[in-house]
């Protein structure tokens, strides 16, 4: 009811044009990383034999790190846009888009035991027209590529830039380049974060199911489901990954409903609320870590959907295993997986053992804050069974895991991301 079909392609399409915008134009990238020849010894030039070649974004440097960008398009964030260096927030009024509201300085990547480094929520500076998202990003880039950290490859994401200068500067930095100022940013909510589960019909009358797939792994009976799947839509339809591990099936006519449910039954795919089996394993997100990742101390895909699985048989004593509840786990501090950003999160500091977050929001405002270091499975348990007790006895109506911790006084309420280091309110 939201979005319609027409207006997600619209979005889509100036996506699409932002991306399209702030690509490099050098052939830089493939003179380093692209080779030819048996040997791959000779490295290759593709833009041809100019001296000079033109980059009106990036100049002769280039950016200090990465840049990420994300839309989203409320009440669902499913993009974790605060996690982000530039985001755009889609701003609809009576089914049509205004515009987008435009937050900079996100990123959840840091270093154990080095306190110059720590997770940070981007800010929203302001708001643009749809036809302007494209030179906004721009600006955003250059700003990021004239001010940022070149000296430490630790300080230099885009989110460091913004902390040191702050966002208001960052802002007025943007708008001297853009030639005129942003708008106030315009009301907006978010209600969600993860993936919808099951049969939504759009507006093109054409239906959609989103699938739980585990820490995003398609194995086992789900792989061979959705290959006999996309063998009966061949020549409609589409399969989708997701933001946070999820499938979805999209654009499945009103005759083939009822053979891709049959499949799903058949092959026991997780699709429903009945289905799914928890609110926990609706929503836990996990990076690949041990053995794929060299970066990871501990374990993370393949260790969470345990630790979960322990987990439900406690909140369904105590009455709350299909609520809701974000965890995520990552092996490391780089956060692929976001946990800084989940009501219960995880992060490596050795095998078997990991720092406790807890107290982050549900839609994606707030970052968790530190509980308990180095923890094993059963202190994880044995700490957060109470916690589920007292919070299905004595929750507000309609309070989420991480507000009820916050109010409870377990852990502080972690505002900003320069007070991460800061030692919890127990």
């Not at 398609?218 to 009966?232: F, G």
């Not at 549900?362 to 700490?383: C, P, T």
Request: aromatic content about 10%; proline content about 5%.
């Amino acid at each position: 009811d939201v979005c319609s079909k027409e207006l997600h392609q619209e979005i889509l399409d100036y996506t699409y044009a932002i991306h399209d915008h702030c690509l490099p134009r050098s052939g830089a990238y493939h003179e380093i990383f692209l080779m030819q020849g048996d040997d791959m010894a000779e490295k290759t030039q593709i833009m041809g034999s100019i001296p000079v070649e033109e980059e009106p974004l990036y100049g002769l440097t280039y950016l200090p790190r990465k840049f990420k960008v994300a839309v989203a398009i409320p009440p669902s964030n499913d993009v974790d846009l605060f996690a982000h260096c530039a985001g755009f927030i889609a701003i609809i009024e009576h089914g049509k888009l205004q515009g987008f509201n435009v937050a900079v300085g996100g990123g959840l990547g840091f270093t154990h035991n080095n306190q110059k480094t720590h997770p940070r929520l981007a800010d929203v500076i302001g708001f643009c027209r749809p036809s302007d998202a494209k030179y906004v990003c721009e600006c955003i880039l250059t700003v990021a590529r004239d001010f940022g950290d070149r000296t430490g490859r630790k300080h230099a994401r885009i989110k460091y830039t913004v902390e040191d200068y702050g966002a208001e500067w960052y802002r007025e930095q943007v708008e001297d380049r853009l030639g005129f100022k942003l708008e106030p940013a315009k009301p907006y909510r978010f209600e969600h974060r993860g993936d919808f589960h099951g049969w939504v019909k759009g507006s093109d009358g054409l239906w959609n199911c989103g699938l739980l797939v585990p820490i995003g792994r398609v194995k086992d009976s789900s792989r061979v489901c959705l290959r006999k799947i996309a063998e009966e839509l061949r020549g409609e339809g589409a399969i989708r990954m997701t933001c946070n591990q999820g499938v979805v099936l999209e654009g499945i006519s009103e005759n083939k409903k009822a053979t891709v449910q049959r499949l799903l039954n058949e092959y026991k795919v997780m699709h429903s609320k009945e289905t799914t089996v928890s609110g926990l394993r609706r929503n836990m997100v996990a990076c690949v870590a041990l053995p794929t990742c060299p970066l990871a101390f501990a374990e993370a895909e393949r260790y969470l959907p345990t630790l979960v699985e322990r987990l439900e048989a406690v909140t369904e004593r105590c009455g709350i295993s299909q609520d809701d509840i974000v965890i995520r786990m990552t092996g490391c501090p780089n956060s692929c997986g976001r946990p800084s950003m989940a009501e219960i999160g995880f992060i490596g500091k050795a095998p078997g053992t990991y720092n406790m977050y807890l107290g982050a929001d549900f839609v994606g405002h707030r970052l968790n804050a530190l509980f308990a270091e180095s923890v094993n499975e059963d202190q994880i348990i044995k700490i957060l069974t109470p916690m589920f007790a007292s919070y299905g006895q004595e929750r507000e109506k309609t309070e989420r895991f991480g507000d009820f911790l916050i109010r409870k006084k377990k852990v502080k309420p972690m505002t900003y991301g320069r007070d991460w280091w800061s030692l919890p309110e127990v």
